[in-house]
């Protein structure tokens, strides 16, 4: 079955801690993208990578670190900085073109700080 | 201002209504139009998409958008108790990164048996 995998489903992280959220897929899409998710206020973008050893910042990165070093796998680590970092996060997937490109997303994973 | 605005709602509805979802977006540079569909806990999955102005059906489910009133819509007709779910309208295209989508923050929506 081609899809994307997030583990783990529930995380817990104390205060001061850095955490590393997995994102896997295999469906040989090019890009890769981290959102994050809080009640009433949508899907924000914290990282993007359109290409292995490459990505961007997104609208809410600060707090957040990601690398990309094989084109299946976007690991994405909150960081001690990010100060409210309880909520959801998503990973997607998509293949690029100038056009329509549907974003795949992963079952998320629930991130909470103690 | 946000890019895309969208009513949080909770949205009740009877089994057998007919459901109507909008959203409203300020970027008149967006070209592609999407509904997604969230279980509680679970990640979006793509219900329809849009290519610029008009109408797309597909069963149950209608997309509509209004370009030059900078409006999308999406109607569910028959709406059954399994449609409890949160939608989330979202855009991309223009100047910028075609890939870069613009989501709503999600209409929760409730259908009673």
């Known amino acids: 079955d081609g899809g994307i995998t997030q583990s783990p489903k529930y995380l817990f992280r104390k205060e001061g801690q850095n955490v590393t959220l997995s994102c896997e897929q295999n469906l040989n899409h090019d890009a890769m993208y981290w959102y994050r998710q809080d009640p009433g206020q949508g899907l924000r973008l914290i990282y993007y990578s359109q290409i292995v050893n490459d990505f961007q910042k997104g609208d809410i990165a600060e707090g957040y670190s990601v690398s990309r070093e094989k084109k299946e796998s976007f690991p994405l680590t909150v960081t001690s900085a990010q100060k409210n970092p309880t909520a959801f996060y998503l990973c997607a997937s998509s293949i690029l073109t100038s056009g329509y490109n549907e974003q795949f997303f992963g079952p998320g994973t629930r991130l909470t700080v103690l | 201002q946000k890019e895309v605005e969208q009513d949080p709602g909770p949205l009740s509805v009877p089994e057998g209504a007919i459901v109507s979802l909008n959203c409203t977006y300020s970027?008149?540079?967006?070209?592609?139009f999407m509904w997604y569909r969230q279980y509680s806990r679970k990640g979006p999955e793509l219900l329809m998409y849009?290519?610029?102005?008009g109408n797309k059906e597909d069963g149950r489910f209608t997309a509509q958008v209004d370009k030059s009133s900078k409006y999308i819509s999406l109607f569910i007709r028959d709406s059954q108790p399994s449609d409890s779910a949160t939608y989330l309208c979202?855009?991309?295209?223009?100047?910028?990164?075609?890939?870069?989508?613009?989501f709503g923050s999600g209409t929760k929506l409730n259908v009673k048996p």
């Open positions: 849009t290519y610029s102005s």
């Open positions: 970027n008149s540079a967006f070209q592609y």
């Open positions: 979202a855009m991309s295209g223009g100047e910028y990164n075609f890939n870069k989508f613009y």
